[in-house]
């Protein structure tokens, strides 16, 4: 049997764990992003690797047999957070459910364990597999000992061994150390040498392979300030490469026939996961000598239906409809799950969709159903002429309502967070990727009959919370109603003119042509504008610019750098402009001319009803939530929408600055109020107070910065925020805020009150009981627990605005319906709703929609719409 070592960086996986994902907390208010990282780190590298022998290696303590050679070894480092600390202990429990050996050394760090361990046991006869985050290890690398480094997240690894060594950086393993030497290593507080970072120390080591033959040979290196730094801190090198060498010679009283892994003890680890509250990952315990999650599922009793008849149904009916693609507007129906009083059943794609039985008790409003995702339902039937009606649950949009946060459309990850885990991932029963399949026969009639079974089993404990939550009539007066008006916009879908957008694309393209020659003329030379390195050497070296911030590769060119730098050089608003026309062509002209149905020149975005932990509405495939208008060329793009219908228009309603006017009801703040109530300016009347000059003595730029800070409340902003989007320094944006606050009293009462409710409830909600969770807002952190004030804020905000811009919707399709109005809805971006309509209606839309959206909810403010209209979106605004 080939024998095979999995040595583990314990310290150096959990921080990359922990960092890596965001603070989690168990029901008890355990932290546990550390171990839920780590343990998933583990379980790819046991399934991966498939050791024979596994040990995890964890610092014994801060201080080791380097700090003898250098006192501030590793000094500086931030104190390890508390948040991290306390999971530490789970993850040892973790090990020993898992029956892996973990060890520890006192005066010498993991890496020194595993080095140790890595020689010995190649010795032996071992194939060596490390794993860490620290790239330092890669020193270990040899034929038998390979070394994978996490990178992004922690399942992402990187294998080093000697070929890959050299092919990355052009030196052997044994010479990381001699890197190390010379360029020091920030993190663990290694000097080095002063003004050599990585590139200039693998050039010397390319002409010297030692450090020790460079220090020999100081007076043939180039550069005159190179040969004093490597002359006077010699000394410093030589100790900084001891520093950084690992010992393969520790002291180690482990055998390694000892590190044996024979697989988990199932009972202990199902504990250790329950306890953590990891549910999603007790389905993947599958080990040597375990019960498999299929195995470990409940009896799913289930017939394949050879023929449809009136009798397969009841008044109360769970139906899952699987379509494996994201776009259901044109992915094949994979099959039908039933469940009810009569039992569980599969019903086969073809057979459905030819039965009139089907058909007639789809079309059945007395006939409820639960189904999973109402909207993908009903326009994957509707495709084939099928009016689903009588929708009374939608598992995925109550689990939604119930914890936005943990939005997934994955069923299984649903069924899960509410203790069901009778039914597989879609990734475990269909494959991923390049070999995802569907599958067939039994496999996949008892899938689908599973899921329908898992929607009826949570219809009671789902609707349950609802209740206890107050969210039963959000659910039904609201979201559900919703998700159908959605279905029919996403049906309908809004005509394209393909022959405008390919003109677009040629004009767009001459355009980028310009700018192209002209960032040339003025850098002097022709270089690769998208290049960040090439241009960080045209702007700061050759047109000699402010460095404002680099990176480990150069300089930053990112847009907030060149966004400052605008008024150095006429060439960064080009660069810039050149940045935004070239995502127009690619994202958006491109990118829309991809996806308009080849049959009806039209797009059917499709909406993200369950995503936002706002209640905000999103859209994909295509996204009309973000198309760029800071340019004119932006702004064009939506002159290629257009109406379905000769003598059509697109009619445009949008409400104005609606949060502003969420935030004065919510905050009951009286000056807000009037404002809105006499139909004030609101940045003047901002302006006004925050700087107690009259109405005429309100300058433009009092205007911008009352109106920067005024939506800057709404998002929570901060002092930094608000400098960053001002122009001023951080002090004078925190005066700013505090006299906007003094100014508006129940503004600072409201952000008070918001924050103390969030911290002892664990939430906050919207004005129609829309939660949002936000646990980190007790956390020791700094950040986090001011990211969650911010988010405390600034949700019941925006939240209730979404909440109002869908009761909007609901109530317009019923006055259109009452209207007898041939008139219809396209779409929902933002504040505004987009219409089509015959040019004869026009008159009848501008009454009633303004009063319905002025009325979808009453406020201690009134709401206020603005509309136009036109023969395209662009004509609209």
Known sequence: MNKKLMLIDGNSIAYRAFFALPLLNNDKGIHTNAVYGFTTMLMKVLEDEKPTHVLVAFDAGKTTFRHKTFAEYKG??????????????????????????????????????IGTLAVKAAEEGFEVKVISGDKDLTQLATKEVTVGITRKGITDIEVYTPAHIMEKYGLTPEQIIDMKGLMG?????????????????????????TLEELLENIDQVGGKKLKENLTEFKEQAVMSKELATITTEAPIEVAIDKLLFEGYDTEK?????????????????????????????????????????DDLFAIENSLYIEILEDNYFTAEIAGFGLSNEHGNFYLPTDLVLQSAAFKKWAEDETKKKWVYDAKRSVVALKRHEINLQGIDFDLLLVSYLLNPSESTDDFAGVAKRHNYTDVETDEAVYGKGAKKKVAEGDILAEHLARKAVGIASLYDPCLQELEQNEQTELFYELELPLALILAKMEYTGIKVDVQRLKEMKKEIGDRLAEIEAKIYRLAGETFNINSPKQLGVILFENLGLPVIKKTKTGYSTAADVLEKLEPEHEIIKEILDYRQLGKLQSTYIEGLLKVVHQETDKVHTRFNQALTSTGRLSSIDPNLQNIPIRLEEGRKIRQAFIPSQEDWVLFAADYSQIELRVLADIAKDEKLIEAFTNNMDIHTKTAMDVFHVAPDEVTSNMRRQAKAVNFGIVYGISDYGLSQSLGITRKEAGQFINRYLESFPGVKDYMDDIIADAREKGFVETLLHRRRYIPEITSRNFNLRSFAERTAMNTPIQGSA???????????????????LQTRLLLQVHDELIFEAPKDEIDILKEIVPDVMEHALKLNVPLKVEYSYGASWYDAK
């Open 269 to 309: 680890l199902t504990a250790v996961f329950k306890e953590l509250g990891f549910n999603s990952l007790l389905a993947k315990l599958d080990g040597e000598g375990t019960e498999t999650a299929t195995e470990a599922m409940l009896d799913v009793p289930f017939q394949t239906v050879e023929s449809i008849t």
């Open 185 to 209: 290593d920030q993190s663990d507080n290694i000097p080095g040498v002063p003004g050599v970072g990585e590139k200039t120390a693998i050039k010397l080591l390319k002409q010297f392979p």
């Open 802 to 820: 979404a909440d109002i811009i869908k009761k909007a919707m609901i109530d317009m399709a019923a006055r259109l319906e009452k209207e007898g």
């Open 76 to 113: 500086g480092r931030q104190k390890t957070p508390p948040e991290l600390s306390e999971q530490f202990p789970f993850i040892r429990e973790l090990l020993d459910a898992y029956g892996i050996e973990r060890y520890e050394l006192e005066n010498y760090e993991a890496d020194d364990i």
